[in-house]
T-cell receptor, first 113, second 112 residues
Framework: SAVISQKPSRDICQRGTSLTIQCQVDSQVTMMFWYRQQPGQSLTLIATANQGSEATYESGFVIDKFPISRPNLTFSTLTVSNLSPEDSSIYLC??????????FGSGTQLSVL | DAKTTQPPSMDCAEGRAANLPCNHSTISGNEYVYWYRQIHSQGPQYIIHGLKNNETNEMASLIITEDRKSSTLILPHATLRDTAVYYCIVRAYNNAGNMLTFGGGTRLMVKP
């Protein structure tokens, strides 16, 4: 199973600023996924990040608001830009193994004041 | 991906079997059934998955009906630490890595 380290685990940010979340995996993976979980809700996929190409965003999510980097096969970042209180959520990165199982990081709890 | 329907919440007595149902009546022939759980404030944890045969591992058993339109996750001896939200997901897996779509899940409360 993949071990995922996600940082920071939580942050409190002022509106209008940005937060960059890092996701480090202990093995090389092709696909990395970023999810958002709003308070009391299920998980919603933001985007899929492939190494060497632009991320693929789901409906309702745009690159200007959620830029993603994927510089190599073990690392990705998600930036949440121009923060507003509505961005207060848990953000999770995940990776997929060869059998289609997803493994998740422990999440980043973001609060926007 | 096909949609799933789960009861929003269930209770179970500690030490008893927890049987969590899931309906996936529009499942396609190449779609697997996956179960994950999320304990408060943590990332979801993989439990088990299957295609048509029943599956068992150290955490749980998965029973899939013959027509594959529904399944049941069984935790044979529920403990207080099994209190979590359980997600049933159907997904066609291929090398393109189709994403998992999470529904509302079932909030399982294991009571002493």
């Amino acid at each position: 199973s993949a071990v995922i380290s996600q940082k920071p685990s939580r942050d409190i940010c002022q509106r209008g600023t940005s937060l960059t979340i890092q996701c480090q995996v202990d093995s090389q993976v092709t696909m990395m996924f970023w999810y958002r979980q709003q308070p009391g809700q299920s998980l919603t996929l933001i985007a899929t990040a492939n190494q060497g190409s632009e991320a693929t965003y789901e409906s309702g999510f745009v690159i200007d608001k959620f830029p993603i980097s994927r510089p190599n096969l073990t690392f990705s970042t998600l930036t949440v830009s121009n923060l507003s209180p509505e961005d207060s959520s848990i953000y999770l990165c995940s990776v997929e193994d060869a059998r289609g199982k997803l493994f998740f990081g422990s999440g980043t709890q973001l609060s926007v004041l | 991906d096909a949609k799933t329907t789960q009861p929003p919440s269930m209770d179970c007595a500690e030490g008893r079997a927890a049987n969590l149902p899931c309906n996936h009546s529009t499942i396609s022939g190449n779609e697997y059934v996956y179960w994950y759980r999320q304990i408060h404030s943590q990332g979801p944890q993989y439990i088990i998955h299957g295609l048509k045969n029943n599956e068992t591992n150290e955490m749980a058993s998965l029973i899939i009906t013959e027509d594959r339109k529904s399944s049941t996750l069984i935790l044979p001896h529920a403990t207080l630490r099994d209190t979590a939200v359980y997600y049933c997901i159907v997904r066609a897996y291929n090398n393109a890595g189709n994403m998992l779509t999470f529904g509302g899940g079932t909030r399982l409360m294991v009571k002493p």
